[in-house]
C-alpha cells in the first residue's frame, strides 16, 4: 500500500458524459502527478500540481482538467468523453516538487461505452 | 521535448541475469528512474539515479551514463514472481517546472 488513494476503482460511462477522478495523496506530500496508460501502453503524463499550483503540463487534452485543493487532495475532470478515452489513470504524489520517485495509486479505470 | 527508448519485450528463465537498457534524449536532465507494474497495478519504485554509476539494492541494480544518455537495470537470480513491465522514466524540464516522463515498458517473461 502506497499510501495513495484513488476514487473510484472502477467508473463506466457512456460517450459524451463527464466524470470526476478523486486522488488523496500520501500524508504530507505535496506533489500530485496524473497519468493515463492505454491498452498495453506507457504513463502518459498529464499534469503535475505542487501545493495547489500546476506545475507542468503534458499531452493533456482541452477536455480534461484538474486540481489540487487546500487539503491537498487532486481531482481529474474529465469532459465529453470518447471511447479512446477509456484508459488506468493513475495519480502519483511525492514529498517534494523535484523528484525520480513518486508513489502512486491503484489507479481508476475508466471504460467509455 | 524528450525521448525514451527501451526495449518491447526480455524474456529469461529463473535464476539467470537480465539486463533492461533505455536510452533518452531530454532537453534538461536530472536523473533515471525505474519502476516496476505487475499486469494492471500501481506502478512502483525501484530505483534512482542522478549521478553516473551503479546502484545497488538487492537483487535489482540500475546504471547511469550521463554522457552517453544511457542507463540500465539489470535483474540478477531472475524468479518468477520478477515478470512484470519495467518502466525508465526521466525528469523534464519546462518553464514551469518538471515532469517524470515514462518510457513505453519493458515487458519481461520469466520461465521455470
Known amino acids: 500500500d502506497s499510501g495513495v488513494t484513488q476514487t473510484p476503482k472502477h467508473l463506466i460511462t457512456a460517450t459524451g458524459q463527464r466524470v470526476t477522478l478523486r486522488c488523496s495523496p500520501r500524508?504530507?506530500?505535496?506533489?500530485v502527478y496524473w497519468y493515463q496508460q492505454s491498452l498495453d501502453q506507457g504513463l502518459q503524463f498529464l499534469i503535475h500540481?505542487?501545493?495547489?499550483?500546476?506545475?507542468a503540463k503534458g499531452n493533456i487534452l482541452e477536455r480534461f482538467s484538474a486540481q489540487q485543493f487546500p487539503d491537498l487532495h487532486s481531482e481529474l475532470n474529465l469532459s465529453s468523453l470518447e471511447l479512446g478515452d477509456s484508459a488506468l489513470y493513475f495519480c502519483?504524489?511525492?514529498?517534494?516538487?523535484?523528484?525520480?520517485?513518486?508513489?502512486f495509486g491503484e489507479g481508476s479505470r475508466l471504460t467509455v461505452l | 521535448g524528450q525521448s525514451l527508448e527501451q526495449p518491447s519485450e526480455v524474456t529469461a528463465v529463473e535464476g539467470a541475469i537480465v539486463q533492461i537498457n533505455c536510452t533518452y534524449q531530454?532537453?534538461?536532465?536530472?536523473?533515471l528512474s525505474w519502476y516496476q507494474q505487475h499486469d494492471g497495478g500501481a506502478p512502483t519504485f525501484l530505483s534512482y539515479?542522478?549521478?553516473?554509476g551503479l546502484e545497488e539494492t538487492g537483487r535489482f541494480s540500475s546504471f547511469l551514463s550521463r554522457s552517453d544518455s544511457y542507463g540500465y537495470l539489470l535483474l540478477q537470480e531472475l524468479q518468477m514472481k520478477d515478470s512484470a513491465s519495467y518502466f525508465c522514466?526521466?525528469?523534464?524540464?519546462?518553464?514551469?517546472?518538471?515532469?517524470?516522463?515514462f518510457g513505453k515498458g519493458t515487458t519481461l517473461s520469466v520461465s521455470s
Open positions: 500524508s504530507g506530500d505535496l506533489s
Open positions: 531530454t532537453s534538461g536532465f536530472y536523473g
Open positions: 500540481y505542487y501545493n495547489g499550483e500546476e506545475r
Open positions: 539515479n542522478a549521478l553516473d
Open positions: 502519483a504524489s511525492s514529498v517534494v516538487r523535484e523528484t525520480g520517485e513518486l508513489f
Open positions: 522514466a526521466v525528469r523534464e524540464a519546462n518553464q514551469a517546472g518538471t515532469a517524470l516522463i
